[in-house]
């Protein structure tokens, strides 16, 4: 299938989308500290920079967009893959997968506990 917009006008989609400080971030940024816990945000020395890290407990969140890091569960709509132009889609959003799987594989092996929040649950 072929994309149904131009190409200025996905260029210009893509590149209001976000990594940092997403409304599903904020959200769960907000409520952690209403609930009164301290934390570092994207810190750089540990794999895949957490969005919320909490040190002296040893534990991170991430905050994961349902598109992009293919949530898989049933009801959320948000985390199928697209239709058209799946020769691109497919390996990118793999990748995103698979680089998740090992950010956790390796904050775990360091003794980390890890919690992912999916968009759609917030």
């Not at 590149?15 to 409304?23: A, H, L, Q, V």
């Not at 750089?44 to 407990?57: A, E, H, N, S, T």
């Amino acid at each position: 299938m072929v994309d149904k917009l131009t190409p200025a006008r996905r260029s210009a989609n893509m590149s209001r989308i976000r990594s940092k400080d997403t409304k599903p971030e904020m959200v769960v940024r907000k409520l952690a500290h209403a609930m009164g816990y301290r934390y570092r945000i994207h810190r750089k020395d540990l794999p895949g920079k957490p969005d919320l890290v909490f040190g002296p407990r040893r534990k991170v969140v991430f905050v994961h967009g349902c598109f992009w890091h293919q949530h898989d569960l049933e009801h959320c709509l948000d985390g199928r893959r697209p239709k058209s132009n799946t020769s691109y889609w497919s390996p990118k959003l793999q990748r995103n997968v698979d680089r998740d799987v090992d950010h956790v594989t390796a904050l775990k092996a360091a003794g980390w506990q890890v919690l992912i929040v999916w968009e759609c649950e917030t």
